[in-house]
C-alpha cells in the first residue's frame, strides 16, 4: 500500500527540515508540501530535502485538498510541520487501512515529557476515543478514495479536520492508533496554556453546535489564537 504523506506549510523553515529527515528514514514513499505564501525559505528547505512542493494560498482547506489531488497513493497521511516522529508512522498506518472495516483514523497525541503537556494529551486522547474523531495535530489518515468521496475538507467548518473525520465516519470505522505523534504546544506557549485549553475547549463546542458554518464569533477566536 502506498502512503502519500501531505505536510501544508507557510514560514515553517525552522521545522520541515527535521520532519522530511525523519519521514525519508522511515522509507516515505511520496512527501508532498503544500505551501501557503511563506515568506521565508520553506519551499527551498523542502526542495533539498526531497519533497514535492506545490503552493496554494487560500487557505489550510484548500492547501489540504490540493496536495490530495495531487497525492499518488492509495492512502493519504496528513502530517503538521511542527510534528515529532515518535515511531515509523507507516506500518500503523497500513495495519488500521488493512482491516476494511475502517477508512481512516489518527494517532495518540502527545504534547511534550512535563506534566501539563501530558494531562492535556491524556484529555485529547480520551476525547478523540470517545468520539471517534481525531483532530489534525494527531496525524489523521484516510484511503485517498474515501477522501475524495467524501468531498475532502470544507471550508464552512470552523474546524475542518473534525469536520472530516466526522463525514469519513459515514464510510466506515475510524481508529486511534495506540502510537503517539508529538505535536509541538507552541500555541499553548504563545498564548498562555489555561487560555489556549480554555478557547479549545470553546472552538470544539462551537463545532458541535454549528458543524456546516462557523459563528462570528468563534472564527474571531481562532483568529486571535493563531495570530498571537
Given at each position: ?6 505536510i ?91 482491516n ?9 497525541l ?99 453546535q ?14 486571535r489564537?493563531?495570530?498571537?
Amino acid at each position: 500500500m502506498r502512503i502519500s504523506t501531505l505536510i501544508p506549510t507557510k514560514n515553517e523553515e525552522a521545522r520541515i527540515g527535521p520532519l522530511l529527515d525523519a519521514l525519508r528514514s522511515y522509507g516515505a514513499q511520496e512527501v508532498i508540501v503544500c505551501d501557503g505564501s511563506s515568506t521565508d525559505r520553506t519551499r527551498e528547505i523542502a526542495q533539498e530535502k526531497g519533497a514535492r512542493v506545490i503552493v496554494e494560498t487560500g487557505g489550510l482547506a484548500a492547501q489540504l485538498n490540493a496536495a490530495a489531488r495531487e497525492a499518488s497513493g492509495e492512502g493519504v497521511f496528513f502530517l503538521s510541520a511542527d510534528s515529532t516522529l515518535l515511531c515509523d508512522p507507516y506500518p500503523p498506518i497500513r495495519k488500521a487501512l488493512s482491516n476494511p472495516k475502517n477508512v481512516g483514523g489518527g494517532f495518540s497525541l502527545d504534547l511534550g515529557e512535563d506534566i501539563q503537556w501530558k494531562i492535556i494529551s491524556l484529555g485529547a486522547n480520551f476525547r478523540a476515543r470517545r468520539m471517534g474523531l481525531p483532530m489534525g495535530d494527531q496525524g489523521i489518515f484516510l484511503w485517498r478514495d474515501s477522501f475524495l468521496r467524501i468531498g475532502g475538507f470544507r471550508k464552512g467548518p470552523l474546524l475542518p479536520d473534525l469536520d472530516l473525520m466526522d463525514r469519513a465516519r459515514d464510510l466506515g470505522r475510524v481508529v486511534i492508533l495506540k502510537e503517539k505523534l508529538r505535536s509541538s504546544p507552541r500555541r499553548y506557549e504563545e498564548n498562555g496554556l489555561l487560555r489556549n485549553w480554555l478557547a479549545n475547549q470553546m472552538l470544539l463546542a462551537a463545532h458541535l453546535q454549528f458543524p456546516d458554518r462557523a459563528p462570528k464569533w468563534a472564527e474571531g477566536l481562532l483568529k486571535r489564537l493563531r495570530r498571537r
